[in-house]
């Protein structure tokens, strides 16, 4: 079992930035893709960014240019930097876990991810 637990998220002015963070609760052997997801209020669950075991990165359209992904495995942490968020970006974010299967493909809606965390909310205001 992996707990994943999120912190970071807030309130912020459109053109600001946050980092979100999502520490694992042990090393994450046997996890070889870790991702974000973000849901906003009668929207459908979406990938925003994604990362492998080996480095390589993926990102939604919508937030290319604008967030980062990355881990520090010495931490089992994963991050999410957000710069010049948008309205649009509002909404609860999650960090998951995938043991398996398809990395990118499956970071576009979060199938077979296995572990979740709880969520951290992020409000982008104009």
């Known amino acids: 079992q992996v707990q994943l637990v999120e912190s970071g998220g807030g309130s912020v002015q459109v053109g600001g930035s946050l980092r979100l963070s999502c520490a694992a609760s042990?090393?994450?052997?046997?996890?070889?893709?870790m991702a974000w997801f973000r849901q906003a209020p009668g929207k459908e669950r979406e990938g925003v960014a994604a990362?492998?075991?080996?480095?390589?990165?993926v990102y939604a359209d919508s937030v290319k240019g604008r967030f980062t992904i990355s881990q520090d495995n010495a931490k089992n942490t994963l991050y999410l930097q957000m710069n010049s968020l948008k309205p649009e970006d509002t909404a609860m974010y999650y960090c998951?876990?995938?043991?398996?299967?398809?990395?990118?493909?499956?970071?576009?809606?979060?199938?077979?991810?296995?572990?979740w965390g709880q969520g951290t909310q992020v409000t982008v205001s104009s």
């Open positions: 042990r090393y994450t052997y046997g996890i070889h893709c």
């Open positions: 990362i492998d075991s080996g480095g390589s990165t």
């Open positions: 998951a876990a995938l043991e398996g299967g398809y990395c990118f493909a499956q970071s576009r809606t979060g199938s077979g991810f296995r572990y």
